[in-house]
């Protein structure tokens, strides 16, 4: 399975973009990339996936490199109701789809 | 749509004594699935099953720990006995099958062993 790398913590302004980067540098064709968050005491919310293509939702978006060695979370405005911790995963059909969560970036929005 | 139901929300035992949490899918959900999560850690996944049968397993500690699905809905994990390093927030998350969809979490159960 295919590892990533995030930051451990980051902040941001309270209605600014959020950018939370996620590097997985030995990602495989066939592997999507899945953010979930979880914010205190809750359990893990999906937010996006994608395998190739840019994807947006209304929740976020999602940027890949032509690559696919990296991948950016975007939150365009950000409320204090973000403040989670952002898991960046990749999801592989060879390890039967299982989600391998690492720890993920701590994100703080400041008022 | 109802989410995923867990039950008891907080739970404090002491070491050796027993504990189970219940786990109640999103209806028409036949993939389950349970995780551990220790503090400052993602969640580590403990057990797959789809509809009544076991998919995954090996990480489940099966000398302590069991987990069962009954009739291919509800589903319940046990620890007997706990100890002191079962302390986390044990989540059930469910998804309509076993491949690529999406999974939804519920709340978790805390717990707490002393």
């Known amino acids: 399975d295919a590892k990533t790398t995030q930051p451990p913590s980051m902040d941001c302004a309270e209605g600014r973009a959020a950018n939370l980067p996620c590097n997985h540098s030995t990602i495989s064709g066939n592997e999507y990339v899945y953010w979930y968050r979880q914010i205190h005491s809750q359990g893990p919310q999906y937010i996006i996936h994608?395998?190739?293509n840019n994807e947006t939702n209304e929740m976020a978006s999602l940027i890949i490199t032509e690559d696919r060695k990296s991948s950016t979370l975007i939150l365009p405005h950000a409320t204090l109701r973000d403040t989670a911790v952002y898991y960046c995963i990749v999801r592989s059909p060879n390890t039967g789809n299982q989600f391998y969560f690492g720890t993920g970036t701590s994100l703080t929005v400041i008022p | 749509e109802a989410g995923v139901a867990q039950s008891p929300r907080y739970k404090i035992i002491e070491k050796r004594q027993s504990v189970a949490f219940w786990c109640n899918p999103i209806?028409?959900?036949?993939?389950l699935y349970w995780y551990q999560q220790i503090l400052g850690q993602g969640p580590k996944l403990l057990i797959q099953f789809q509809n009544n049968g076991v998919v995954d397993d090996s990480q489940l500690p099966k000398d302590r720990f069991s987990a069962e699905r009954l009739k291919g809905v509800d589903s319940t994990l046990k620890i007997q006995p706990a100890k002191l390093e079962d302390s986390a927030v044990y989540l059930c998350a469910s998804s309509l099958g076993g491949g690529m969809e999406t999974q939804y979490f519920g709340p978790g159960t805390r717990l707490l062993v002393l």
């Open positions: 209806s028409g959900h036949a993939t």
């Open positions: 994608g395998l190739k």
